[in-house]
């Protein structure tokens, strides 16, 4: 679901950033690396995994520690 949305929209401002006013491609690939990192780490965090995240009660810790 993310890589649907994703991957147009930093390909098509990609090549309008590189293409169209001249940025340096080089710039334009670290960008979309680091914007992809980020998105997708916020994804999985909190759509894909957030219900599920820290859910454990504090007896539940308790048993672990023993």
Do not use: C, Q
């Not at 690939?29 to 909190?46: F, G, K, P, Q, W």
């Not at 219900?51 to 007896?59: A, L, P």
């Amino acid at each position: 679901m993310l890589f649907a949305v994703f991957t147009p929209v930093t390909t098509v401002l990609g090549n309008y950033l590189a293409e169209s006013r001249g940025w340096n491609e080089l710039l334009v690939t670290v960008l979309n690396m680091a914007i992809n990192l980020v998105t997708e780490y916020l994804y999985e965090r909190y759509f894909v995994y957030g219900k599920t995240v820290d859910t454990k009660s504090g007896h539940e810790r308790e048993k672990e520690r023993s």
